[in-house]
């Protein structure tokens, strides 16, 4: 059912008509590819540079337009930004500035390690760890990505407290964690330090070798960090006013440690069809249903996490529900053909149930509910809200950059030591310096032409781009 919420008056700079503001596609579109935003470390102990593309109104003469971050699915192993240019360039249109963002995928999986004769317990299962610690990277990712746009809203004519997300599947999981997983205590004990993942290539009774080995580095699962991150630690926050969640969930964690209560809980906008076999609509584990319809309910989705799903977020949400659409149609359709029409050739003609139905309806639907919610915080005073105390917004001065011989690097004030490490794009140490407060200096005498990382282990500062150049 949906719940509607009516616009009474409007003003939109630049615009000739009164009617809900920042809903109709007014404005043509200039695109920017390849921004990048920061960088990371992956699940195996390499760098991630991870980029956005921007996507902006020309001509509609406004100074505090609101952001859209689109964030694509992909069960946290495949998908691009890409995905979602669509949706950025309708957001565009519409008045708005859109990002759409890679975010760091992937996680141990089970192709490490190949089934021999069916003999399941041989197998390093993808346990519900593994999928929380790539949920939380992505989600950290996105506060980044956040804070960066925040960061350049004078540049990008944005609104710093009118920031929105829209994600699909577990772009969609990836937005929701990101908005309401804001307290330290939430964090998952996943995330903490856990043992490593065993070798995929020992052999474990009657199991055999495909995959590549893996050093001790990359099975090791060190300590994720704050719910926060520590990318783009800029002065200002990761809070946004709404997200639009397209067949997406909460871990079902979130329900029991009230995630979603507190007076700067968002506005949400959700999409399920009810009979989703990849993310379920109500309480049960993620894929459970593709694994019992195309599977028979084996291993691979014995282990995973616990969601909530739509139907169960949308009961909880109370007034911060814009809408919560259940389309039903498919799944009806499918049903209605006969008895037990629910079995795995259905399910995949049908793309699972995890699409958008109607999608050109639905997104209308969706910048209509942001619309009185973009209004409504305009009318609010909006400064720069400072971060945690944990999160520092200042950063190292690095000088000289681009460097060709030695780089120069000074910790701000209220940083006694820190150790810094850098490294090659697949995350490499090449150099590893212990510093201390003043000048401090790294030798890169030997090291190509090309950009290099800049990592600080034990001190609370966002991560930094070297150049070398000769």
């Known amino acids: 059912m949906m719940r509607t919420v009516l616009l009474l008056s409007c003003l939109l700079p630049g615009a000739v008509l009164c009617a809900q503001p920042y809903t109709q596609a007014l404005w043509p579109v200039d695109t920017v590819r390849n921004i990048t935003y920061g960088w990371d470390t992956t699940y195996l102990g390499g760098i991630d540079t991870l980029k956005l593309d921007l996507f902006r109104p020309v001509g509609d003469g406004n100074t505090h337009r609101p952001v859209l971050v689109a964030v694509h699915g992909g069960a946290w192993v495949g998908g691009t930004r890409q995905d979602l240019w669509s949706i950025c360039h309708a957001a565009a249109q519409r008045g708005y500035v859109a990002a759409t963002i890679s975010y760091r995928l992937r996680h141990h999986v089970p192709q490490n390690v190949s089934i021999s004769l069916g003999v399941d317990p041989c197998v390093y299962l993808p346990d519900s760890a593994e999928l929380l610690r790539a949920l939380y990277r992505a989600q950290q990712d996105l506060k980044g990505a956040i804070r960066f746009l925040k960061g350049r809203s004078a540049q990008d004519s944005t609104n710093a407290c009118t920031v929105f997300l829209y994600g699909e599947s577990a772009g969609a999981i990836t937005s929701l964690t990101a908005a309401f997983l804001d307290e330290a205590g939430e964090r998952p004990a996943a995330c903490g330090a856990l043992p490593a993942v065993p070798d995929p290539n020992l052999l474990l009774g009657g199991c055999h070798v495909t995959g590549l080995p893996l050093t001790a580095a990359q099975r090791s699962r060190p300590d994720l960090g704050p719910v926060d991150g520590d990318l783009m630690l800029n002065g200002t926050d990761a809070r946004v006013a709404g997200i639009a969640a397209m067949y997406g969930a ?58 909530a799903g739509s139907a169960v977020l949308a009961q909880v949400l109370g007034s911060k529900l814009l809408a919560s659409i259940q389309d039903a149609a498919v799944c009806n359709a499918v049903l209605g053909q006969f008895p037990f029409s629910f079995n795995c050739i259905n ?56 460097t060709v011989d030695a780089l120069t690097v000074v910790l701000p004030d209220g940083i006694r030591a820190a150790q810094a490490r850098l490294c090659d794009a697949t995350g490499r140490v090449l150099r590893s310096v212990r510093m201390q407060g003043g000048r401090n200096m790294i030798d890169v005498t030997g090291l190509g032409n090309g950009a290099y990382i800049l990592m600080f282990e034990d001190a609370p500062l966002p991560t930094e781009q070297v150049i070398v150049a000769r």
């Open 250 to 307: 909460l871990p079902i964690m979130a329900l029991a440690e009230d995630w979603m209560q507190g007076p700067d809980t968002p506005a949400v906008f959700l999409y399920h069809q009810p009979c989703d076999a990849i993310v379920p609509n109500g309480t049960a584990p993620l894929l459970r249903d593709l694994s019992a319809y195309c599977a028979g309910g084996t291993w691979w989705s014995m282990h995973y996490p616990w969601s």
């Open 347 to 402: 399910v995949a003609q049908n793309g699972s149930f995890h699409y958008v139905n109607q999608a050109a309806v639905v997104v209308d639907s969706v910048f209509k509910a942001f619309s009185p919610v973009i209004v409504a915080t305009e009318a609010l005073p909006c400064g720069t809200t400072a971060i945690a105390d944990s999160h520092p917004s200042a950063r190292a001065l690095l000088f000289p950059n681009p």
